[in-house]
C-alpha cells in the first residue's frame, strides 16, 4: 500500500456538461458530439447492456457486499437503475458500492431537468439530489437506504482518479462517449487501471464492440466475448477478468472494540454500526465526550488554500462528509444540536482578503459552498458589526460536540454497547484476537478489532509509544449574552464567536503546547476577549476576565497536524487500527476519518484518494524515519 502511491492530482476546476436532448429525446453532449444512452430508453439499455451484462441482479443473492465501478456516470441514470434493480430484487443482505468517475457532471439544476424525463425514478432521485455535492475535484462518499446503497463520486479526469482509487471492484459498467468521440476514456491506462481494480472472475459490460476495446481489454486481462445487443446495435460486450470469482465470501467476524467515546470513538463506533457490526465502546470517564469533545460548541467549516495541499484537500473533503453524515442523523431524528445560517471567516487583513478572492476565483468554488462578501453584508449577515469583509460559508456550522457524540451512538440502531468508567491499562494479542485489559491486567473485553480512538492515551500502550502524538492545550471562555448584542452566525478569524447557547457566547480557544496545567487561566480569557474585540468590535464592550466562565481541553495532535488513521503497521498488530489526532477540527474531520477507519476494517472501497491516504496513514511516520 505504500509503496508507488500516486501524486494528488493538480486541482483542474470542475467544467460541467450541459443538458441538451435531440429530436427523438436522446440526452446529448455537444462537447463531444454523442449521446450519452440510446433514444430507445436509457433504462431499457441500462438493463440490458449494464445489469444483464454483469449477471444482475442475480449475483446479489450471493453477496454480501458488491462492488460495481463504473467509467461514466454522467447524469447517474446508471445508478439510479441498479439501486432501483437492487431494491426490486429483495437482496436486503447485500450491500452495493458504486464507484463512478465523471469529467463534467452536470450542475443540480440540470440534473433535476433530466431525470424528469424518468418518473418512475422519482424518489430515488431526489433523495440522490438531496445529497448531490459541490462540484469540486475528487472524491465525494454518499449513502442512501440506511448504508445500504453508497455511492462514490470520482469528479476528474477518468485515468487520474482512477488511479487514486483503492477498490476491489466485482463488475465494471464502461460507459464513456464512443471511443471514437473520446479515446481518452478506452485507453490502455485505462484498461490497465480496471485490470488493478479487478477482483478474480470480475465482469465487465459496455454497449461499444469497437477493436481497439476488445484488443485493449484483452490485453489488460480480460477475457471478452460479444453479445446481442440493446435495440438498433446490433452487438454489445462482455468480459471477465482472468481468475476465478470469490462467491459467496464469508464476512468474518464482525466485532469490533472501540477505546474512546468523544468524537473520534463515537463516530468510528456508528460507521461500523451502519455496516452491520457489533461494537463494544470502552470510555475511562463515565460518559461520552469528557476530555476535549466535551467543549460547548465548535465549528464545522471547510479549509482552502492556494496550492491546495493535503490538508486543503482533507478538510474541505471531509467538511463535506461531515455535512451529509450530520444531515443523515437528523433525517433519523437523532442529530446534534447545531446552528443555521453559515459562518463567517473574517479576513486577517487586506493581503489575506486578497488572497481569499484569488482562492475562489482560481478554483471556481461554487457560491453554495463560500463566497466573499463585503463588511456591509457581512454585518447583516452576523446581526452585530464585524471588523471587515470576509468569506461566507453558507452550509458550515457552530455545533455542539458532545450532542456529536450522542447523535452517533443514537444513531447505531442498538450496535453499540458502552462500557464507561473503565481505565485500560493494556493490549494483548492472543489466538487472532485482541483483549483490552484493566490495570489489574483482567479482561475487559475482546475481539479481533480494536479501534484507537483515545487521542493521546493511545501512546501508553506499547503498540503505538512510537507515534508523535502531542496534547495541545485549548480554553474557551464563555460570555453571559449582552442585552441588544444578538449575534445571529457563528464568525471566526483567528479565533471563533458563537451566537449565544443557553444564553452563553464560546469564544475560543487558545492554542499552547507544552502547557499541562488544567486549570482556567485568566490570561487565556484575556486573549479570547482580544480575539473577540478584532472579530466584533465592541461587541464585548465593559466584559472583563472576571465575569467569564471557562474550560479546559487537551487535543492530541501529530507533528505534521494531519490526523492518523488506518492500519497500524507492524508484526502482531493485524486487527489493530487508528483513529487518531484529530486536533482542534475534530468536529469537521471526525466523520470522514471514521469512514475512511471503517472502510479499511472491512475491505470496501476508499472514500478519498489514495495519495491522501498515505499522508494520514500512521506508518508515514516509520517511513520517515527510514
Known amino acids: 500500500m505504500h509503496q508507488g502511491v500516486p501524486l494528488l492530482p493538480d486541482f483542474q476546476p470542475i467544467v460541467p456538461a450541459k443538458a441538451s436532448f435531440r429530436a427523438d429525446g436522446a440526452l446529448y453532449s455537444a462537447r463531444f458530439d454523442d449521446v450519452y444512452a440510446s433514444s430507445q430508453g436509457t433504462l431499457a439499455q441500462a438493463q440490458h447492456v449494464f445489469l444483464n451484462g454483469n449477471d444482475l441482479p442475480l449475483r446479489w443473492q450471493k453477496a454480501g457486499r458488491f462492488t460495481i465501478v463504473e467509467t461514466g456516470f454522467g447524469a447517474g441514470l446508471n445508478f439510479l437503475a441498479t439501486w432501483r434493480a437492487l431494491r426490486q430484487a429483495g437482496s436486503s443482505a447485500t450491500h452495493l458500492h458504486f464507484v463512478s468517475v465523471e469529467k463534467h457532471p452536470f450542475e443540480p439544476a440540470e440534473l433535476a431537468l433530466i431525470h424528469g ?65 473520446n479515446p481518452q476514456m478506452w485507453s490502455p491506462e485505462i484498461f490497465t487501471e480496471l485490470a488493478r481494480l479487478a477482483k478474480p472472475g470480475a465482469t465487465l459490460a459496455t454497449y461499444t464492440v469497437a477493436a481497439m476495446v476488445c484488443q485493449g481489454l484483452a490485453e489488460a486481462g480480460f477475457e471478452v466475448e460479444k453479445r446481442p445487443g440493446f435495440a438498433t446495435k446490433r452487438e454489445m460486450l462482455c468480459g471477465r477478468f482472468r481468475g476465478t470469482a470469490e462467491e459467496g465470501v464469508a464476512q468474518g467476524d464482525k466485532r469490533a472494540i472501540v477505546l474512546g467515546a468523544g468524537l473520534a470513538g463515537t463516530t468510528c463506533a456508528q460507521r461500523l454500526a451502519e455496516r452491520g457490526w457489533s461494537v463494544q465502546l470502552i470510555e475511562r470517564h463515565l460518559s461520552s465526550a469528557q476530555e476535549a469533545s466535551g467543549n460547548p460548541a465548535g465549528l464545522v467549516r471547510p479549509v482552502f488554500s492556494l496550492d491546495w495541499n493535503t490538508h486543503s484537500r482533507f478538510t474541505t473533503a471531509a467538511f463535506l462528509y461531515a455535512s451529509r453524515h450530520q444531515a443523515a442523523l437528523d433525517r433519523a431524528g437523532v442529530g446534534p444540536d447545531h446552528g443555521e445560517g453559515g459562518v463567517l471567516q473574517l479576513a486577517r487583513d487586506a493581503s489575506h482578503f486578497d488572497k481569499q478572492q484569488r482562492i475562489i476565483e482560481a478554483f471556481t468554488l461554487p457560491v453554495d459552498l463560500v463566497k466573499v462578501v463585503p463588511t456591509a453584508e457581512a454585518t447583516e449577515l452576523a446581526g452585530v458589526p464585524v471588523a471587515g469583509p470576509a468569506c461566507w460559508f453558507p452550509h458550515a456550522v457552530w455545533a455542539n460536540p458532545a450532542s456529536m457524540c450522542r447523535a452517533n451512538l443514537d444513531g447505531a440502531d442498538g450496535m453499540v454497547r458502552s462500557l464507561y468508567g473503565h481505565d485500560v491499562g493494556g493490549l494483548r494479542r492472543v489466538d487472532g484476537q485482541w483483549e483490552v485489559l484493566d490495570g489489574a491486567d483482567e479482561v475487559l473485553a475482546s475481539s479481533p478489532v480494536v479501534v484507537l480512538a483515545n487521542a493521546c492515551a493511545a501512546i501508553r500502550f506499547p503498540q503505538a509509544a512510537w507515534l508523535p502524538l502531542r496534547p495541545v492545550r485549548g480554553q474557551v471562555s464563555l460570555m453571559r449574552q449582552q442585552p441588544g448584542r444578538t449575534l445571529r452566525i457563528a464568525v471566526c478569524r483567528e479565533g471563533y464567536v458563537t451566537p449565544a447557547i443557553d444564553g452563553e457566547h464560546c469564544i475560543g480557544a487558545t492554542f499552547n503546547e507544552d502547557m499541562p496545567e488544567p486549570e482556567v487561566r485568566t490570561e487565556d480569557h484575556e486573549a479570547n476577549l482580544r480575539r473577540l474585540e478584532s472579530m466584533l468590535p465592541g461587541f464585548g464592550k465593559g466584559i472583563t476576565p472576571e465575569m467569564l466562565g471557562g474550560r479546559v481541553a487537551f487535543r492530541a495532535m501529530s507533528f505534521d497536524r494531519l490526523p492518523v488513521l488506518g492500519a497500524m503497521p507492524g508484526e502482531g498488530q493485524a486487527g489493530l487500527f487508528a483513529c487518531l489526532a484529530l486536533g482542534s477540527r475534530g468536529m469537521t474531520w471526525a466523520a470522514l476519518a471514521a469512514e475512511i477507519v471503517a472502510s479499511r476494517i472491512t475491505g470496501e472501497p476508499m472514500p478519498v484518494e489514495a495519495a491522501l491516504l498515505s499522508a494520514l496513514d500512521p506508518a508515514r511516520f516509520l517511513k520517515k524515519k527510514r
Open 117 to 181: 424525463h424518468y418518473p418512475e425514478l422519482g424518489e430515488l432521485s431526489r433523495e440522490f439530489r438531496g445529497s448531490y455535492p459541490p462540484l469540486l475535484p475528487g472524491f465525494h462518499r454518499l449513502h442512501f437506504d440506511s448504508g445500504r446503497v453508497t455511492l462514490t463520486l470520482l469528479l476528474g479526469e477518468a485515468g487520474a482518479m482512477l488511479r487514486q482509487l483503492q477498490a476491489r471492484a466485482d463488475a465494471f459498467f464502461l460507459d464513456g462517449f464512443a471511443p471514437v468521440k
